[in-house]
C-alpha cells in the first residue's frame, strides 16, 4: 500500500519516539513511500538543528530512494484550496494535498490532520 508519512512520522521514527514502533511499517517499505518535498525541507531544518548537517543529509537520501514528488503549480493551488476548506497551515496544506493527488493515505500524529479523510491518525500516548 503505497502512503505518505508526514514529518511527525519521521521524527518520531528517527528519534525512536513513543509512536515510533507505529510508523515503522510504513517507513520501511521506500518502494511505497511517497515524499513531498516540503518533507524533505522540514525533515532537513529539523534534524540539521537538533543534531547535526551530516545526519540531515543521510536522511535526504533515504527519502530520495523513495517517491519524490515536486511542488508544482497544480499541487500548489490544490493546497491553497484545502488550506481554506480545513484550516491548515501552508506546509500541511502541501502535504495533504500531495497525499490526495497521489491518491494515498496520509500517516501521522499530527492532530491538525485527525479528523480528515483519508488518513491514518495516531494519538500521542501520554
Known amino acids: ?3 505518505l508519512v508526514d514529518t511527525c512520522g519521521w521524527i518520531e521514527w528517527l528519534t ?3 509512536l515510533a514502533d507505529e510508523f515503522a511499517p510504513y517507513l520501511g517499505d521506500l518502494y ?3 515524499i513531498p518535498t516540503c ?3 522540514e525533515l ?3 534534524i540539521s538543528r537538533e543534531r547535526d548537517e551530516v545526519l540531515a543529509m543521510e536522511v535526504i537520501a533515504l527519502t530520495q530512494q523513495a517517491n519524490v514528488i515536486p511542488l508544482t503549480e497544480s ?3 490544490r493546497a491553497s484550496e484545502l488550506s481554506q476548506k480545513y484550516k491548515l497551515s501552508f506546509a500541511d496544506s502541501i502535504i495533504y494535498a500531495t497525499a490526495q ?3 494515498v493515505k496520509l500517516i501521522t500524529a ?3 490532520f485527525e479528523n480528515l479523510p483519508d488518513v491514518i491518525y495516531f494519538a500521542k500516548k501520554s
Open 1 to 3: 500500500m503505497r502512503v
Open 16 to 18: 525512536d519516539g513513543i
Open 32 to 34: 511505497n513511500l511517497i
Open 39 to 41: 518533507i524533505q525541507y
Open 44 to 46: 532537513h531544518k529539523w
Open 75 to 77: 499541487l500548489a493551488l
Open 101 to 103: 493527488q497521489e491518491k
Open 110 to 112: 499530527d492532530d491538525h
